[in-house]
């Protein structure tokens, strides 16, 4: 095959033979490509889980460079050509398969991504280790896609003489220059240190509900320096990632998503009291919003005018919470409005007589 090969590169002009060699190099990768991915095609209707499908999505383009790319590079001593173009050629060959195999990397990750998503799936009522997981999974990512990205970048430079030595200079500048910018980015590096603690410790997680600024919202995303709440309006609120190491915040959903909620009714004294309990009774047991844990219905105050009714209840989530409140609240005091209108709040006023004879001298102008 070899004497083959040799005698076709000799009977033919050295430009169309590598023209020919880049051409073929090509098409071997795309057939190999194609092989793989029929393989995946076969496979992935096999399994309930999509693993071959993530894997497809993620690395079928990269794959589309990273396969010919491979192969040529394989097939370069087959080439004819002067040194003074073979090697920049193949520079250029070896440099476009580093960064083409940095992509194929960060692409994997996302299919280990994907496959750890479906194993930790959040459309739980209790999800609190796939919380805990997302949230160490993102972090990671980020650090290893950025570490991809340096080392290949670092690889690329030192594949030139030029940078090499220049490199071997510059130790000395880097490390005075580092503890300079050490100095001006304190703060970025605050926030990068604060994004590591709390990618372990977890004071917060992905999903988390928080109240933050007053601001109450569910944990979107957790980068490297700042984390993003989806408000309950649709907002987003954008904090550095210190702010939770340094400042106080509510986490609603730290150990369990379960809660309780309350209502507040402020009525008149003649309140049956009795009769709310009853009614706030049927009320939970026909709502699939309340877990059954607790139920409550307590005079927590006595003031001036009126008595302060607390309802308290529990939920599986705050969102559910919120959602009974609303319900028990809502019917609670349609109940008193049709049932007992005497026990809403009412302002009395006690008129003496002589109160009752100067309003009727002020009327007639006579004595009543």
């Given at each position: 095959?070899?004497e083959?090969l040799?005698?076709?590169s000799?009977?033919?002009?050295?430009?169309?033979?590598?023209?020919?060699?880049t051409i073929?190099?090509?098409?071997?990768?795309l057939?190999?490509?194609l092989?793989?991915?029929?393989?995946?095609?076969?496979y992935k209707n096999?399994?309930?889980?999509?693993?071959?499908?993530?894997?497809?999505?993620?690395?079928?383009r990269?794959?589309?460079?990273?396969?010919?790319l491979l192969?040529?590079n394989l097939?370069l001593?087959?080439?004819d050509?002067?040194?003074?173009?073979?090697?920049p050629?193949s520079?250029?060959?070896?440099i476009s398969?580093?960064?083409s195999?940095?992509?194929l990397?960060?692409?994997s990750?996302?299919?280990?991504?994907d496959?750890?998503?479906?194993?930790?799936?959040?459309n739980?009522?209790?999800?609190?280790?796939?919380r805990?997981?997302?949230?160490q999974?993102?972090?990671?990512?980020?650090?290893?896609v950025t570490?991809i990205v340096?080392?290949?970048?670092a690889?690329?430079l030192?594949?030139?003489?030029n940078v090499?030595?220049i490199?071997?200079?510059?130790l000395?500048?880097?490390?005075?220059?580092?503890?300079?910018?050490g100095?001006?980015?304190?703060?970025?590096?605050?926030n990068f240190?604060?994004?590591?603690?709390i990618?372990f410790?977890q004071?917060?997680?992905i999903d988390?509900?928080?109240?933050v600024?007053?601001e109450w919202?569910?944990?979107?995303?957790?980068?490297l320096?700042?984390?993003v709440?989806?408000?309950?309006?649709?907002?987003?609120?954008?904090?550095?990632?210190?702010y939770?190491?340094?400042?106080?915040f509510?986490n609603w959903?730290?150990?369990?998503s379960?809660?309780?909620?309350t209502?507040?009714l402020?009525l008149d004294?003649?309140?049956?009291v009795d009769?709310?309990?009853?009614e706030?009774d049927?009320?939970l047991d026909?709502t699939?919003l309340?877990?059954?844990r607790?139920k409550?219905i307590?005079?927590?105050d006595?003031?001036?005018n009126?008595?302060e009714?607390?309802?308290?209840m529990?939920?599986?989530?705050?969102?559910?919470a919120?959602?009974l409140?609303c319900?028990?609240?809502?019917?609670l005091?349609?109940?008193?409005?049709d049932?007992y209108p005497?026990?809403?709040?009412?302002?009395?006023?006690?008129?003496?007589?002589?109160?009752n004879?100067?309003q009727?001298?002020?009327t007639t102008?006579l004595?009543?």
């Amino acid at each position: 095959m070899k004497e083959v090969l040799e005698n076709w590169s000799d009977n033919m002009p050295s430009w169309l033979w590598n023209i020919l060699i880049t051409i073929t190099a090509v098409i071997i990768g795309l057939i190999i490509k194609l092989i793989i991915k029929s393989i995946l095609n076969f496979y992935k209707n096999r399994n309930d889980y999509s693993l071959f499908r993530s894997i497809i999505v993620h690395t079928g383009r990269p794959m589309n460079h990273f396969v010919p790319l491979l192969v040529l590079n394989l097939m370069l001593p087959l080439m004819d050509m002067q040194k003074r173009f073979y090697i920049p050629f193949s520079r250029f060959i070896e440099i476009s398969l580093i960064i083409s195999f940095a992509v194929l990397l960060v692409s994997s990750i996302k299919v280990f991504e994907d496959y750890m998503y479906h194993v930790y799936d959040l459309n739980k009522e209790d999800n609190l280790k796939e919380r805990k997981i997302r949230t160490q999974l993102q972090f990671i990512r980020r650090i290893l896609v950025t570490f991809i990205v340096l080392v290949a970048v670092a690889v690329v430079l030192l594949s030139f003489d030029n940078v090499r030595k220049i490199g071997a200079g510059l130790l000395t500048g880097v490390g005075i220059g580092g503890i300079i910018i050490g100095f001006a980015a304190q703060k970025s590096l605050a926030n990068f240190l604060a994004g590591f603690q709390i990618a372990f410790t977890q004071p917060l997680r992905i999903d988390d509900v928080l109240v933050v600024e007053g601001e109450w919202g569910r944990v979107e995303d957790i980068t490297l320096t700042y984390v993003v709440l989806n408000i309950w309006d649709q907002r987003r609120l954008i904090l550095p990632i210190n702010y939770f190491i340094e400042k106080p915040f509510q986490n609603w959903t730290r150990t369990t998503s379960q809660i309780l909620g309350t209502v507040f009714l402020y009525l008149d004294y003649n309140t049956p009291v009795d009769a709310i309990r009853a009614e706030f009774d049927r009320l939970l047991d026909a709502t699939k919003l309340w877990d059954k844990r607790v139920k409550v219905i307590q005079v927590t105050d006595a003031k001036e005018n009126t008595i302060e009714i607390r309802a308290l209840m529990s939920a599986r989530n705050s969102s559910q919470a919120f959602d009974l409140r609303c319900y028990i609240r809502e019917n609670l005091i349609n109940f008193l409005r049709d049932n007992y209108p005497e026990s809403l709040p009412l302002q009395r006023v006690m008129l003496s007589h002589e109160d009752n004879f100067k309003q009727d001298k002020d009327t007639t102008g006579l004595p009543a």
